[in-house]
Nanobody, 117 residues
Framework: QVQLVESGGGLVQAGGSLRLSCAASGSIFNIIDMRWYRQAPGKRRELVAT???????NYADSVKGRLTISRDNAHNMVYLQMNSLKAEDTAVYSC???????????WGQGTQVVVSS
């Protein structure tokens, strides 16, 4: 089992920045990659960014150049630095961990981000 707890969401003006954090605990040694998803009201959940256990990162086209995913393995943390935020970035952001055991995806509870225009 893997437990994930997000923090750092909130209200920010367009053009501003936020940093989301995700604390992982439990069977983290089996985690292959960490991900940030988001879901806006009335829209499908979107994979925003992924970082592998070796630090390789990938991003959705909609966030490239503005959002940066990083990880601190020593402290079992994953971050999402969000810059130049737009109103369309408003969503619930969820951290997820893909485990090699059972090829299972674990989820955090999500954190709300609201960008005012």
């Amino acid at each position: 089992q893997v437990q994930l707890v997000e923090s750092g969401g909130g209200l920010v003006q367009a053009g501003g920045s936020l940093r989301l954090s995700c604390a992982a605990s439990g069977s983290i040694f089996n985690i292959i990659d960490m991900r940030w998803y988001r879901q806006a009201p009335g829209k499908r959940r979107e994979l925003v960014a992924t970082i592998t256990d070796t630090g390789s990162a990938n991003y959705a086209d909609s966030v490239k150049g503005r959002l940066t995913i990083s990880r601190d393995n020593a402290h079992n943390m994953v971050y999402l630095q969000m810059n130049s935020l737009k109103a369309e970035d408003t969503a619930v952001y969820s951290c997820a961990a893909f485990s090699a055991i059972g090829a299972k995806l674990y989820w955090g509870q999500g954190t709300q981000v609201v960008v005012s225009s």
